[in-house]
């Protein structure tokens, strides 16, 4: 799985958006941008993913740039429960088999403060 | 909630000494997953068991083993537990042999003394 690279911490204002980033240059074509949280000790959290195109959920947007080297996790409107470490995780996805696992880099903390 | 239950959720135990976490995966969820999260390592995966089979293996320790029983709920075995041992387990599962989303469960934090 391709690696990936963060900033080991972003702050936020409440009510903006946090827009936060990830770089994975040596992405391959078949692997998946995943994000998963962790609210301070709280089993991971899947947020979203996506393979090429922009995905919107009821949590998050996921923005892959065209070249696929890097990507942007958007809060659209930070809150102090989204105060979470942040993982950006590329993947290839088995569907059969196994080796599908996550490999967790360090993340990045992010502090959504008044 | 994730639906992923996980028990204990908190365990103290000597050096030495062997314990079982149990996992219970989301209904309908033929995988599971285990990972171990320590200060000092991260979040590490340790293995995979798809419908009662391993599947994959990650940096898991000799001492420690995993087996899930027919009701697909998932057990893991730590044995001759060490204090380096002390840290948050977590099961998580999906629905796929791969699948794309694994849920997480809250996971037991083991304390070894």
């Known amino acids: 799985d391709a690696k990936t690279t963060q900033p080991p911490s972003m702050d936020c204002a409440e009510g903006r958006a946090a827009n936060l980033p990830c770089n994975h240059s040596?992405?391959?074509?078949?692997?998946?941008v995943y994000w998963y949280r962790q609210i301070h000790s709280q089993g991971p959290q899947y947020i979203i993913h996506?393979?090429?195109n922009n995905e919107t959920n009821e949590m998050a947007s996921l923005i892959i740039t065209e070249d696929r080297k890097s990507s942007t996790l958007i809060l659209p409107h930070a809150t102090l429960r989204d105060t979470a470490v942040y993982y950006c995780?590329?993947?290839?996805?088995?569907?059969?088999?196994?080796?599908?696992?996550?490999?967790f880099g360090t993340g990045t903390q992010l502090k959504v403060e008044l | 909630d994730s639906g992923v239950t996980q028990t204990p959720k908190h365990l103290i135990t000597a050096t030495g000494q062997r314990v079982t976490l149990r996992c219970s995966p989301r209904?309908?969820?033929?995988?599971v997953y285990w990972y171990q999260q320590s200060l000092d390592q991260g979040l590490q995966f340790l293995i995979q068991?798809?419908?009662?089979?391993?599947?994959a293996k990650g940096n898991i320790l000799e001492r420690f083993s995993a087996q899930q029983f027919p009701d697909l709920h998932s057990e893991l075995n730590l044995s001759s537990l060490e204090l380096g041992d002390s840290a948050l387990y977590f099961c998580?599962?999906?629905?796929?042999?791969?699948?794309?989303?694994?849920?997480f469960g809250p996971g037991t934090r083991l304390t070894v003394t």
């Open positions: 040596t992405i391959s074509g078949n692997e998946y």
């Open positions: 068991y798809y419908n009662g089979e391993e599947r």
């Open positions: 209904s309908g969820d033929l995988s």
């Open positions: 998580a599962s999906s629905n796929q042999a791969g699948g794309y989303e694994q849920y």
């Open positions: 996506g393979l090429k």
């Open positions: 995780i590329v993947r290839v996805v088995r569907l059969t088999g196994g080796g599908n696992k996550l490999t």
